[in-house]
């Protein structure tokens, strides 16, 4: 006698998982729908990537641990 699957067991699972999945969905997109409702609303025409850059010249982004002065013997200029 050949073991047969029961059609009927297997379709209630596969079922469950289904609505399993479509309730993770669900509350997925009403996570991103509070995430974009509370997050700040940019300026039209603001490119998101240069918000708050400020013209002119710009901080040294390794602090204060090379002086002008110590820069120059860095890059190996050897006289």
Do not use: Y
């Not at 479509?22 to 490119?47: M, N, S, Y």
């Amino acid at each position: 006698m050949v073991n047969r699957a029961r059609p009927t067991q297997n379709k209630r699972e596969r079922e469950r998982a289904k609505q399993e999945r479509q309730k993770e969905k669900a509350a997925r997109r009403a996570e991103a729908k509070v995430r974009r409702a509370t997050a700040t609303p940019r300026q039209p025409g603001e490119d998101p990537d240069i918000a708050g850059i400020v013209p002119g010249p710009q901080p040294n982004p390794w602090g204060e641990d090379l002086a002008p002065d110590d820069e120059e013997e860095e890059v190996g200029t050897s006289r």
